[in-house]
Structure formats: structure tokens, C-alpha cells
């Protein structure tokens, strides 16, 4: 079946300029997780939905950060006002249940998002 | 809190010799502990997981024991191919919080025929 997809796979934008990332999980997930690796680093969590629900966003760096999952499948994670320091690649990942013993997490392919 | 050390790399093996990558952790409690591969132009992949102390992961030839008494997952393959070159990432997600991932900084490995 399809796996997670993220649109779109790269990014540009200017400094100080609205970005949006997009996250497709895969059909039937429940938990649906944003992460950000910065070049030569691992991923780094930012957000976690359980269905529409935001249940852990302690990762995300500042107020610029915000994501959706308004019906619970798509997320939509909004960056504003970026910064340099923003320049990354998105990491969206869903896994089946999100409870009770680790699930394994499904990544998606990444947005990579350079901000000039 | 929660961290994962891994070795640096890259690593460089030729094909069929053994492989090991460190991989080292801290939590509290007992946390779940996951080996993902990325290869060359993809998307992270659950290599292996273990979820409590003893067990051991294995896929694709690859094996990583969960050593509590040593707070480490290290990763092994008794004879690598061309087509392991990869960065593999040590994960783990903490007892009080299963969804929250925490990764280590990868390890490229390079395979040569």
C-alpha cells in the first residue's frame, strides 16, 4: 500500500516569508508525528497528533511553529516568518495506534526547506 | 532525560567484513530501542526494535541485543554487502512517553566492493 508522503519534497522560500509543509500518513494511522534534521544530525521531534489532537507539542522551537490535523489524516505543520535557521528537512512519520508499547513509526520522505 | 549516543562515522568496510555500530543511550526507566536505516535517496526504515531489556532485534542479517547493564543497543552484521551503505540511526522512545522518538546523529556506512 502507500506509504507517507510529504508535499512538496523541496522548499524554497525568503527569510521572513508563511511556509507550509504537507503530510499525507498512510491510510488507517491514528498517530500521525512531525520531525526536523538539520544537516548531518538526526531527526528531532516537534509534534504529535492522536487523530485530530495535538497530544505532545513540546519539541516545537517558538510561536512561529504550528500544526493541524483538522480531520484527522492530512497535518499540515505552518512555519511563520521564517528564519535561516529554519532550513531543515521535515520528517513526517504515522504509526498505527500511538499507545501503550512503542509503535513503529512509518517516515515519510521529507520536505526539505532552505530558507535563502 | 532521554538521549542516544552513536559512533561517528563514516565507517568503511569492504564487503563481507563485520560490522558493529555503537550505540549507547540514557532514560529513565525501560525505553523501547529501534535501529532505522536511510539509504541513498529514501526515506527512514525500521531496521530493528527491541522493546525490553534482553531482547534482541533482528532483520536482514542485522542483530542488536537491548543490554540494559550497559545502556546500550549496538548494532552488528556478520558480513556486509554494497547494498548496506546506508546511515543507520539508534532511536529510542522513553517509558513515560512511547510517541516521542529520540535519535541519535547517524552513522554513514560505506560498503566497498
Known amino acids: 500500500g502507500a506509504g507517507v508522503s510529504q508535499t512538496p519534497s523541496n522548499k524554497v522560500t525568503e527569510k521572513g516569508k508563511y511556509v507550509e509543509l504537507r503530510c499525507d500518513p498512510i491510510?488507517?494511522?491514528?498517530?500521525l508525528y512531525w520531525y526536523r534534521q538539520s544537516l548531518g544530525q538526526g531527526p528531532e521531534f516537534l509534534i504529535y497528533?492522536?487523530?485530530?489532537?495535538?497530544?505532545?507539542d513540546s519539541g516545537l522551537p517558538n510561536d512561529r511553529f504550528f500544526a493541524v490535523r483538522p480531520e484527522g489524516s492530512v497535518s499540515t505543520l505552518k512555519i511563520q516568518r521564517t528564519e535561516r535557521g529554519d532550513s531543515a528537512v521535515y520528517l513526517c512519520?504515522?504509526?498505527?495506534?500511538?499507545?501503550?508499547?512503542?509503535?513503529?513509526?512509518?517516515f515519510g520522505p521529507g520536505t526539505r526547506l532552505t530558507v535563502l | 532525560g532521554n538521549s542516544v549516543t552513536q559512533m561517528e562515522g563514516p565507517v568503511t568496510l569492504s564487503e563481507e567484513a563485520f560490522l558493529t555500530i555503537n550505540c549507547t543511550y540514557t532514560?529513565?526507566?525501560?525505553?523501547?530501542l529501534f535501529w532505522y536505516v536511510q539509504y541513498p535517496g529514501e526515506g527512514l526504515q525500521l531496521l530493528l526494535k527491541?522493546?525490553?531489556?534482553?531482547d534482541k532485534g533482528s532483520n536482514k542479517g542485522f542483530e542488536a541485543t537491548y543490554r540494559k547493564e550497559t545502556t546500550s543497543f549496538h548494532l552488528e552484521k556478520g558480513s556486509v554487502q554494497v547494498s548496506d551503505s546506508a546511515v543507520y540511526f539508534c532511536?529510542?522512545?522513553?517509558?513515560?512517553?512511547?510517541?516521542?522518538?529520540?535519535f541519535g546523529s547517524g552513522t554513514k556506512l560505506n560498503v566497498k566492493p
Open positions: 512519520a504515522s504509526s498505527l495506534v500511538g499507545s501503550g508499547v512503542a509503535d513503529t513509526q512509518y
Open positions: 491510510s488507517g494511522h491514528t498517530a
Open positions: 497528533f492522536q487523530g485530530t489532537g495535538a497530544a505532545d
Open positions: 532514560a529513565t526507566g525501560y525505553p523501547s
Open positions: 527491541a522493546t525490553k531489556a534482553d
Open positions: 532511536a529510542l522512545s522513553g517509558h513515560d512517553n512511547f510517541n516521542k522518538f529520540y
